[in-house]
């Protein structure tokens, strides 16, 4: 069974910075693209940034362009998001995302956390 644990969330002030971890562990043959989602209350869980496993392709939201930056360690199934300049907007849970095979014949399956909430306030 494939689990993705996320750490790192928590209060900050505007314009601090966090960084975020997820691990992925258990049955894993190969992870493809991962990613990081976050959904504040009120609103639809929407992409914040995804890398492919080569570690290119990065893609971010428009909105944490140039503040967040995602990055991974395949021999730790691991995806990093390093936040800085925080902004109050960027208030919400964030959920790690991962696409994988779990053997070598199986095909890649989308896995998500549970979410680690951040609070950026004064």
């Known amino acids: 069974q494939v689990q993705l644990v996320e750490s790192g969330g928590g209060l900050v002030q505007p314009g601090g910075s966090l960084r975020l971890s997820c691990a992925a562990s258990g049955s894993i043959f190969t992870i493809g693209v991962m990613g990081w989602y976050r959904q504040a209350p009120g609103n639809q869980r929407e992409l914040v940034a995804t890398?492919?496993?080569?570690?290119?392709?990065?893609k971010y939201s428009d909105s944490v362009k140039g503040r967040f930056t995602i990055s991974r360690d395949n021999a730790k199934n691991t995806v990093y998001l390093q936040m800085n300049s925080l902004k109050p907007e960027d208030t919400a849970v964030y959920y790690c995302n991962a696409d994988l095979k779990e053997t070598l014949y199986s095909t890649y399956q989308e896995h998500w956390g549970k979410g680690t909430l951040v609070t950026v306030s004064s």
């Open positions: 890398i492919f496993s080569s570690g290119s392709n990065i």
